[in-house]
């Protein structure tokens, strides 16, 4: 349940990351949350430790093909509705006219690309993101991936093998960030697979600490582990920041999974950890239609600082409402739906 709670806190270190993007540039030490796209790395470990969990034990029973359809029916309803949401702000964006530079054929073409999630980087405003219309499904192409892959081959894998894997995978995400830098990529046509390096490690170690029962019992409770796990969001650049980043991914995150899942829980904050993972996953795939338009705002319009932290701080309050929303009205409902029908055809 603490994971759950950990979860929620970095979708909205995401959240906050992607409206100071557009105010520093993402390697600027000015910026206090400069680091917050590493929530990506740590949202990939905790996946390979949830599916671990999950689905180690039953996988065999349920069989590959409703394995599929089961991860379909919890990930894809937000894909398609991040991918309208992406697309109404394109075109009623009130801070940026839609041209109709794009032509109807081309938009839909982009649309249907950002709804089945084909990685599609062809609008250069939006720096060729592999999808225009909601940049963060990058993540959910390689989550898809990573699904795909567990259950064809990392469901039969010996835990030996899995730690060669994740050793590889390591020396991997080490060459994608010294090259580039940093690990901020995976989102553009021209660091696509800089993003299979980072699930690759990621979610293997987190499989890997499932299956090694690395389970570490301690007492530092939710806020503690939230606390450790948002220094990793907010600790300065470095000179050798590629490091950095490489040693919070392979070493600092796996263990905060490993803390996560032996802590306890105060009955005052279960609530709160619940409702926290609950709305994880809708305020990640709603909040981009409107970071857009924050872009669009902040460029044209040049806010002070004074504006600029009220709308920042505004705005995040705000799309956790509308995300809660959505997890109500639309996404709690449709898979429940979709379940229920699945359940049908099985019986």
């Not at 470095?238 to 032996?262: D, I, T």
């Not at 994880?280 to 981009?288: E, K, N, W």
Request: glycine share 10%.
């Amino acid at each position: 349940m603490i994971l759950d709670g950990l979860r929620g806190i970095a979708a909205l270190a995401v959240v906050i990351f992607h409206f100071m993007e557009w105010v520093y540039p993402p390697d600027s030490g000015k910026n206090f949350i400069g680091h917050g796209f590493l929530a990506v790395d740590f949202f990939f470990c905790l996946s390979g430790f949830v599916i671990g969990y999950a689905y180690d034990d039953r996988l065999g029973r349920m069989g590959i093909m409703e394995f599929f359809k089961a991860r379909l029916i919890r990930l894809h309803p937000l894909v398609i509705l991040g991918s309208v949401m992406g697309l109404l702000a394109l075109l009623f964006d009130p801070f940026a006219a839609y041209t109709g530079e794009y032509g109807t054929g081309r938009l839909i073409l982009v649309f249907l690309s950002s709804a089945f999630l084909i990685p599609f980087p062809v609008m250069e405003e939006r720096a060729f993101n592999l999808f225009g219309l909601n940049a963060p499904s990058w993540s959910l192409f390689w989550e898809y991936v990573a699904n795909i892959v567990y259950a064809l081959i990392l469901y039969r894998l010996s835990r030996r093998y899995l730690v060669v894997l994740t050793v590889l995978a390591g020396v991997a995400l080490c060459c994608v960030s010294y090259r580039a830098g940093n690990l901020l990529g995976g989102w553009a046509g021209e660091n696509f697979w800089d993003g299979g390096a980072r699930i690759a490690y990621s979610f293997s170690a987190g499989l890997l600490i499932y299956r090694s029962n690395w389970v570490i019992k301690n007492r530092i409770g939710f806020i503690g582990l939230a606390i450790l796990l948002s220094l990793a969001f907010v600790m300065p650049h470095f000179e050798w920041n590629w490091v950095a980043e490489a040693m919070v991914v392979l070493f600092y995150f796996p263990l905060l999974v490993a803390l996560g899942a032996g802590s306890s829980l105060s009955l005052g904050l279960e609530k709160f950890c619940v409702f926290s993972g609950k709305i994880s996953y809708p305020l990640y795939m709603t909040h981009y239609a409107a970071i857009w338009m924050f872009g669009n705002y902040f460029t044209s319009s040049k806010p002070g600082a004074n504006e600029l932290f009220l709308i920042v701080l505004t705005g995040t309050v705000l799309l956790v409402g509308i995300a809660y929303v959505v997890m109500v009205v639309y996404d709690i409902p449709v898979r429940r739906y979709l379940n229920r029908k699945r359940q049908q055809r099985q019986g």
